[in-house]
């Protein structure tokens, strides 16, 4: 009942900017802390950013000075804006929120993952 889409995953250059976007659809009643994770092939998935309903945010200390997250809750959606790309960024970016539904559960949710790859 309730989607995360993500979208804005591209091929880019090293030093390059990427904007990806998440929007939350369905039977919402609130939307608490947002996060991007991402996972590169042969590695485990990490946290990239969170950012809590009232704006606060925390970063992995790799993209800690280049990459912004933010959120629009009138639109249920959270963004990262991504600059000064490296080829180490390469990597399937997923987005995740915990959503409370009008049924009153508070549950984990993911997007099928947008494909960032940073390549000359």
Same mark, same amino acid.
């Given at each position: 009942?309730?989607?995360?889409?993500? *979208?804005?995953?591209?091929?880019?250059?090293? !030093?390059?900017?990427?904007?990806? *976007?998440?929007?939350?659809? +369905? /039977?919402?009643?609130?939307?608490?802390? #947002? %996060?991007?994770?991402?996972?590169?092939? +042969?590695?485990?998935?990490?946290?990239?950013?969170?950012?809590?309903?009232?704006?606060? @945010?925390?970063?992995?200390?790799?993209?800690?000075? %280049?990459? @912004?997250? /933010? %959120?629009? =809750?009138?639109?249920?959606?959270? &963004?990262? $804006? #991504? =600059?000064?790309?490296?080829?180490?960024? @390469?990597?399937? &970016?997923?987005?995740?929120?915990?959503?409370?539904?009008? +049924?009153?559960?508070?549950?984990?949710?993911? !997007?099928?993952? @947008? $494909?960032?790859?940073?390549?000359?």
């Amino acid at each position: 009942q309730v989607q995360l889409v993500e *979208s804005g995953g591209d091929l880019v250059p090293p !030093g390059g900017s990427l904007r990806l *976007s998440c929007a939350a659809s +369905g /039977s919402i009643f609130n939307i608490y802390a #947002m %996060r991007w994770f991402r996972q590169a092939p +042969g590695k485990q998935r990490e946290l990239v950013a969170a950012i809590t309903s009232g704006g606060s @945010t925390n970063y992995a200390d790799s993209v800690k000075g %280049r990459f @912004t997250i /933010s %959120r629009d =809750n009138a639109k249920n959606t959270v &963004y990262l $804006q #991504m =600059n000064s790309l490296k080829p180490e960024d @390469t990597a399937i &970016y997923y987005c995740n929120a915990a959503i409370a539904t009008r +049924g009153g559960r508070v549950d984990d949710y993911w !997007g099928q993952g @947008t $494909q960032v790859t940073v390549s000359s």
